[in-house]
């Protein structure tokens, strides 16, 4: 219950004019710090609906699936540079990012990811970590702005973000491949 408290708190901090302001006003700020802070605020409020809504979460999300499915599309529909702007420049966009992001993607997260086997955490990894590759892709070399609310140069650092972070993410399920059999021998 604790941990929803802290979810909330988080969410709130970052619904607050200053802090969304001050998030928004860089692009890497924004896609790399707001959005993954909101998905973790509603991956910690997601304990509250786990001990509540039980019979619910059950009958829609037994096996894990339709959560990681929506999870998977909420996150990849907000790294869209489309998404952004729209975000910028509407109330209900911003709106939505919030509670999309926080509620259709975090709590999710937090009910699905115990109930998927290895395997499919594995899918969904390497899943993101092609995505974040192309994006960052996308981000470096395109040759105009694909922002209207932000530099090209801000652009271009948001793409190198995404490569650093696909690179470590890379790293991280080799290293993984290579040490999780020495677990069982």
């Known amino acids: 219950m604790k941990q929803s408290l802290y979810g909330l708190a988080l969410f709130v901090l970052l619904a607050l004019p200053p802090?969304?302001?001050?998030?928004?006003?860089?692009?890497?700020?924004?896609?790399h710090m707001q959005m993954p802070l909101l998905v973790l605020s509603g991956f910690l409020m997601g304990k509250y609906p786990q001990i509540r809504l039980t019979g619910f979460l059950g009958r829609w999300n037994g096996n894990g699936a339709p959560g990681i499915v929506l999870f998977a599309i909420i996150a990849a529909y907000w790294m869209l540079p489309r998404a952004m702007?729209?975000?910028?420049?509407?109330?209900?966009?911003?709106?939505?990012?919030?509670?999309?992001?926080?509620?259709?993607?975090?709590?999710p997260l937090r009910d699905s990811w115990p109930k998927i086997g290895g395997a499919a955490k594995g899918a969904v990894a390497i899943g993101f970590t092609a995505l974040f590759a192309a994006m960052g892709l996308l981000y470096v070399i395109a040759p105009v702005q694909l922002c209207n609310n932000y530099l090209l140069l801000e652009q271009i650092a948001l793409g190198w973000g995404f490569l650093t972070t696909a690179i470590c993410m890379a790293v991280y399920l080799i290293y993984h491949a290579f040490t999780r059999r020495s677990q069982y021998e």
């Open 85 to 107: 702007d729209e975000a910028l420049a509407s109330f209900g966009a911003e709106a939505f990012k919030f509670l999309s992001l926080a509620f259709l993607c975090g709590v």
């Open 19 to 31: 802090v969304a302001g001050l998030m928004e006003s860089v692009m890497i700020a924004h896609m």
